[in-house]
């Protein structure tokens, strides 16, 4: 079994599990109140090549998740809306919002993403939901596409700016899967932020489980199998 090793990559402390040098890569970014060991385990699940390079960014800023525990953030969320929400059962609508702190987010990752592009020759930008919505800003945002794009339990942001930014991405693969219940980030944000992809020209299909904001098993094995045909033939998109 690899062992991860903590590098700094641009400005982001980082885990990364080495494979093939100039090979193949998967970037995934956790999520809100989590850390960058929090990931990992899906390497191990998925059972891919060995040659196989696995990048897990650390969030910037430190959050609380419960007193006297912490956890590591992208951007800020309003946590009274969202527990709000949750009372109410009515998931947080966040497509035309852009929250405080995404810019900042996104500018960290693309100064990482670039220093990862002159290492590895296909790249699967990735996360679980507030990484999956960066890693959705940064693939739409930057210039150099990547060969796919994994969305765990995302959300729609920014409706108007991603719509005119998918049109830059046409053709790109991207997997996208979503709880039917999740409380914190509901399913119909999960279907628009697919239509918005696949009306722009990017091509993937969205997992649906009855589960809520998680990543099961049945999820994973799908994943390991879109990840497979995109980590030895794929090549970044430029």
């Known amino acids: 079994m690899r062992q991860a090793v903590e590098k700094s990559i641009g400005a982001l402390k980082t885990l990364v599990l080495e494979g093939k040098p100039k090979g193949a890569a998967v970037v995934l970014f956790h999520g809100y109140g989590a850390d960058y060991t929090d990931l990992i385990p899906l390497s191990e699940m998925m059972n891919l090549s060995p040659d196989v390079t696995w990048i ?127 409380p914190l980030l509901g399913f119909s944000g999960a279907e628009s932020l697919h239509e918005l992809l696949t009306e722009a020209g990017l091509e993937g299909d969205i997992y649906q489980f009855s589960g809520g904001h998680e990543i099961p098993p049945k999820v994973i094995e799908k994943l390991a199998q879109f990840l497979r045909g995109r980590t030895t033939l794929s090549k970044t998109l430029h």
């Open 56 to 182: 897990f960014p650390n969030a910037p800023n430190e959050v609380i998740v419960a007193p006297g525990f912490y956890g590591r953030a992208w951007f800020q969320i309003d946590t009274q809306r969202l527990e709000e929400s949750i009372r109410r059962g009515e998931p947080t609508d966040m497509s035309n919002s852009t929250p405080p702190g995404l810019e900042g987010a996104r500018k960290l990752a693309a100064n990482f993403y670039s220093e990862v592009l002159k290492n590895y020759s296909s790249i699967v930008l990735g996360g679980f939901s507030q990484g999956a919505m960066l890693a959705t800003e940064l693939t739409l945002s930057h210039e150099q596409k990547p060969s796919a794009l994994v969305i765990l339990s995302g959300a729609l942001l920014c409706q108007s700016r991603w719509k005119t930014m998918a049109a830059t991405c046409n053709g790109l693969p991207f997997f996208q899967s979503h709880g039917k219940n999740d």
